[in-house]
């Protein structure tokens, strides 16, 4: 099993501190027989609100944005 080729979520408590679990978040990266075709090394966020993610594996930038409701209505 290969470890660091996804990009997890940490998941605060009300005051803002990591609760100690970690959610998958972008995944795939590792196919079958263990071979790569990316490895996501940085994470920023765009002026827009959206997450981009630099991969060294594919030389690829992909950019994440969220089209759904946020969770509290706003």
């Given amino acids: 099993m290969r470890v660091g080729h996804e990009l997890i979520r940490v ?3 009300p005051s803002g501190h990591a609760t100690g679990a970690y959610q998958d978040f972008m ?7 263990g071979h790569l075709w990316g490895r996501p ?12 993610a630099t991969d060294d594996g ?4 992909w950019r994440i944005s969220y089209t759904g409701k946020p969770e509290d209505g706003r």
Avoid: E, K
Avoid at 27 to 33: K, S
Avoid at 43 to 52: A, E, I, K, R, W
Avoid at 58 to 61: E, L, P, R
């Fill in 11 to 13: 998941p605060l408590d």
């Fill in 27 to 33: 995944t795939g990266f590792v196919v079958d027989n």
């Fill in 41 to 52: 090394v940085g994470v920023t966020v765009g002026p827009d609100g959206s997450l981009l």
């Fill in 58 to 61: 594919s030389n690829s930038i």
